[in-house]
């Protein structure tokens, strides 16, 4: 059965204060893992497709990464607007549906 | 454009009621979805349509019924809901069903059954 485990729970930091969120995943054969920001009563907001290890994608201050076991979404310099839910989620080779974590919550203070 | 709109934004409804939730995407895709999304908890799959047939239903009770009139339209019709199916509830949509297509969610809508 396809896994996700999300690290931390809940991250506080401060503004400019870089930091790295994990998401580790158990999957026969991943098709894809995926990282979504989550506003409070918002809908997901697409973040980074990642398909094989050693990929990484870049969006202005957020990184991700991938390797064979995890992934992590780097924040560069935050600011509190990056405050939110951070969702990753994977697609077994198996699978039908995605697989989600259950979020890391970022809170930033100025 | 990465735009699924979702109506309404928020819902109150009593258990005898019948009301209906639209989705909409103009963005080509082909596989839309359903989800629920209960607090702090990360949205569990409720329906997947795949070229306006229904492809998966999660085991979702009858009170739930989807319906996909077109390629761009997605209805959740609910009926006779109880207190414990408040949540939000989610619309997306992906280029297909099959392979590792990115999944773009709508702004939801927030239902609550009293």
Known sequence: ?110 | DTEVTQTPKHLVMGMTNKKSLKCEQHMGHRAMYWYKQKAKKPPELMFVYSYEKLSINESVPSRFSPECPNSSLLNLHLHALQPEDSALYLCASSQTSGGANTQYFGPGTRLTVL
């Open chain 1, 1 to 110: 059965e396809d896994q996700v485990t999300q690290s931390p729970e809940a991250l506080r930091l401060q503004e400019g204060e870089s930091s790295s969120l994990n998401c580790s995943y158990t999957v026969s054969g991943l098709r894809g893992l995926f990282w979504y920001r989550q506003d409070p009563g918002k809908g997901p907001e697409f973040l980074f497709t990642l398909y094989s290890a050693g990929e990484e994608k870049e969006k202005e201050r957020l990184k991700a990464t991938l390797t064979k076991k995890e992934s992590f979404l780097h924040i560069t310099a935050p600011k509190p607007e990056d405050s939110a839910t951070y969702l990753c989620a994977v697609l077994g080779e198996y699978g039908n549906k995605l697989v989600f974590g259950a979020g890391t919550i970022l809170r930033v203070k100025s």
